[in-house]
Each structure stands twice: as C-alpha cells, then as structure tokens.
C-alpha cells in the first residue's frame, strides 16, 4: 500500500476527517507541494504505446484492472489528478467501493439514473424530491420509455413497499423491470424520513431475477449524519454544492457505491461527458479538509435556533429531521438511521404567503436565496420557489404550505442569527 493510500497508523484505523488533509496523494509526484496542483490538462503523456494500449484496455473495459493496478491517466473526460484525489476522499466518507465526480449534482444524478436504467422499466421515487429530479423522472425519463411513480416519503416502509411490488409486476407484464428505488432522504423541505435499511431489505426480498438498484441522495444529511451505503443502499448520490463545497462558489456533485454498478455510471460518464472540471475538484479537495467542522457547528447552531424557534407565539410548527414533533414512527428511523438532524430546518409561521414574505425581506443576516449547505444562513419560501410548479394537490399532499420557510443555518454567531430571526418574527 503506498503510504498516501494508507488508513491506518499502527493498529488504529484513521478517521475520515484525519485522511481528508492528504489520502491519495503523492506530494513526491507533483514536485513536494504540500497540496494538490490543479492538473488543468486535457491530456496525459503515455511514458510508451504499451501503456497507452493498457490504459484504454481498462478505461474501455476490455479487461480487468489488476488488483493494484491503478487507472493510468488518458484524457480528463475519462480521469484527472483532481478528479481521482476527489474521488477518493469521497468514497472514505461513506467506505464506498468507488466514487464518481460530476459537474452539478443533477449530473451525477442524470447519469446514475440512465445508466441503471432502459425502455419498459419503472423507477420509484419518494416524493417529495429536489425539484431537479422530480422533472428528470416525471418529463424527462418517460420520453425514453422509462416510467417514473411517487411514493409520498412520509407514508411509510409498508406503502413504500407495496408500491415496490406493484411497479416490479407491472413491468414485468411489458418484459421491464424494476429498474431502481430513488430515495431523498429527508425530504426536502419537510424533513421526512424513509428507512434506508428496511427498503434494502424489502428489495433483497422481492422477486425479480435482477435486484433493483437503491439510490440515496444524501445531500441533506451526507457525510457526517448519515451513511446510506452502510444501511444498505447500493448508491449514494451528492450535490457537492451544498455541504462538500460548502461555501456557496460552485456546482458539482457525487455518485459513489457499490463496484459493479459504478462501472456502469463510469461508462455513462465517460460517454456524457458529465465530469467535474480539475479546478472544481479541486476546491472541494480543499473544502473537504474542514467539512467536518463546518458540519459540526452549522448543526449545533441549528439545533438551538429550532429550540428556540419551538413555542415561538408566530411559530406554529418546527420541522427538522425526527424532531420533536415528528410521528413515533419517524424518531425511530432517525435514532437507527441519522447521528444528526443536520442544519436545514423548515418553519410553519403564523399566516400565509403575506407573513412569510415579510419575515422574509425582514431578514438581514439570513439571505434570501434558494440552495443550502453554505457557511452563511439562507432562508427560502418552497412554495413559491423551489416547488412553485407543484400543483395545489401535490403541495397539501407534501406539506407545502404558504406559511413554509426553509432555513438553512451556516456558521455565524448563533446569536446574531437569533437576533435575526427573532427580529424578523417580531415584524409579521
Ligand atoms: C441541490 C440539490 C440537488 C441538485 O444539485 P445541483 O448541484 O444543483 O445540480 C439534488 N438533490 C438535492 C437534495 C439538492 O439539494
């Protein structure tokens, strides 16, 4: 094991945040620096033919890598320096087999959902999901001959499991299959849970000669407060631009799991053309070092503020992930699934759509925008914004209300963003 590849010191195995200040990198092959130049090349010099034959052999799957072999580099389509580094820090947050980076969060997603899937089969999806995917799987997915169907996150394991085994019949009758379960969990922005653990269970369960892949999306939770491949998920799937990058100034996103299926997802990356660029990678190489205390500290800001939001005379109800309020139900999955209720948290205020924009243009530390997972506080109206094209029934239905505001709590003093918030409450 070459040592920049090494998880262990002695007998202890180091921790993810340990590894993130230098796994998978060889300062000896870049000169000594201490960080990671940024590779901005398009393509790599083959030391002789001979490698270059080798090289496409694995990159085209035509033969297995060696076990120690690793991918030599080609072209930044296929692989970078960057990119790989990235990769790797990835996959020891979730102990995942391989991780691919992708330029948006919606690419990773896009291609990990066309490369599982082809005409005649079903994807499921717990609804509601990020508006992005919702329009991929409703408009996007059926003009390729792939059904998409919502299950309401907040239903339960036993519906969600029906709804498995009617979609794996119904395609089955046209010769498709059950192709995938796409799970957002929490659900955004009511913060339901879906148990990772029991579907998995319910898929390795079901009768269908090729298992369903489940795909996770983490962004919400991810890395730090949950970890769907350990609960039994097959993909786990990132917008890096929220906690990874953390800091609001870029776009990209993850997919990492289970070895023979990312195969496919590297086939259908390679192809797109839907990686991220080194410079990107790069920066979240860099975020990567303090996600664990940018996780940390958003999350314990969080938690006091929905404290203090709780029992607020124009507060009616706080909804963070198994909180307080949640179905019993619900707390169970959170205590067996999440090591926290993360930093994104969503109010019911007093009134309507009048009151939440006031408390909105009120505010003066939490900025009005869309997006969370950044190092400052944002705040955000989903029903006018981010759901806005959900109908009237799928908003009751999802718990969309007008008196919804989605807060995203950053790192800033805990008490300024109190005197914030407390300040714009007082104004509705
Ligand atoms: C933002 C987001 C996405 C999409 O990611 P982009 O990086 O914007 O493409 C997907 N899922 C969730 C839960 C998100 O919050």
Redesign the pocket.
């Known amino acids: 094991m070459p040592k920049h590849k090494n998880r262990t010191l002695g007998t202890r195995t180091l921790a993810p945040e340990t590894l993130m200040m230098g796994y998978g990198y060889d300062p000896a092959l870049s000169e000594g620096a201490i960080k990671t130049p940024i590779f901005q090349a398009s393509t790599f010099v083959f030391k002789s033919a001979e490698d270059g034959k080798r090289f496409f052999e694995v990159a085209y799957g035509l033969r297995e890598k060696d076990p120690d072999e690793a991918l030599g580099l080609i072209y930044s389509r296929i692989n970078n320096p960057n990119l790989e580094i990235l990769e790797d820090r990835l996959s020891v947050w979730d102990a995942a087999d391989r991780t691919l980076v992708f330029s948006?969060?919606?690419?990773a997603?896009t291609t990990a959902v066309l490369a599982v899937s082809r005409p005649g089969d079903i994807v499921l999806y717990t609804a509601p999901?990020?508006g992005?995917?919702e329009y991929l799987f409703d408009r996007i997915l059926p003009r390729y001959g792939v059904e998409a169907r919502a299950v309401p996150a907040g239903e339960g394991s036993a519906v969600l499991n029906e709804a498995i085994q009617t979609a794996a019949e119904d395609a089955a009758v046209r010769g498709g299959r059950l192709a995938a379960v796409f799970v957002?969990s929490p659900a955004?922005p009511t913060n339901e849970l879906v148990d990772i653990a029991q579907t998995a269970r319910d898929l390795a369960a079901l009768n269908q000669a090729e298992r369903p892949v489940l795909a996770v999306?983490n962004?919400?939770l991810g890395p730090l407060w949950q970890r769907p491949l350990a609960l039994g998920a097959d993909l786990a799937?990132y917008?890096?631009?929220?906690y990874v990058g953390g800091h609001s100034d870029l776009?990209?996103?993850a997919c990492m799991g289970r070895a023979d299926i990312m195969a496919q997802v590297a086939e259908m990356r390679t192809i797109g053309g839907s990686m991220a660029d080194p410079h990107t990678a790069w920066l979240l190489t860099r975020s990567l070092e303090t996600l664990h205390l940018r996780m940390e500290r958003s999350q314990v800001n969080a938690i006091t503020l929905a404290e203090r939001l709780t029992g607020h005379s124009k507060v009616v109800e706080v909804l963070t992930a198994g909180g307080a309020l949640a179905s019993a139900e619900q707390q169970r999955i959170f205590a067996e699934q999440c090591a926290g209720p993360g930093s994104t948290l969503s109010i019911r205020l007093n009134g309507g759509e009048a009151e939440a924009f006031r408390f909105l243009d009120s505010l003066t530390l939490f900025k009005l925008a869309v997006?969370?997972g950044g190092s400052e506080s944002l705040a955000s109206h989903p029903s006018s914004m981010t759901h806005s094209d959900y109908t009237s029934e799928a908003k009751a239905r999802c718990g969309i209300g007008d008196n919804l505001v989605r807060l995203s709590v950053g790192i800033e003093n805990v008490e300024d963003l109190w005197v914030d918030l407390a300040q714009a409450l007082d104004r509705i």
């Open positions: 948006s969060g919606m690419a997603i999901a990020y992005g995917t957002e955004n999306d962004t919400f799937l917008s890096l631009t929220k776009i990209a996103g997006s969370l």
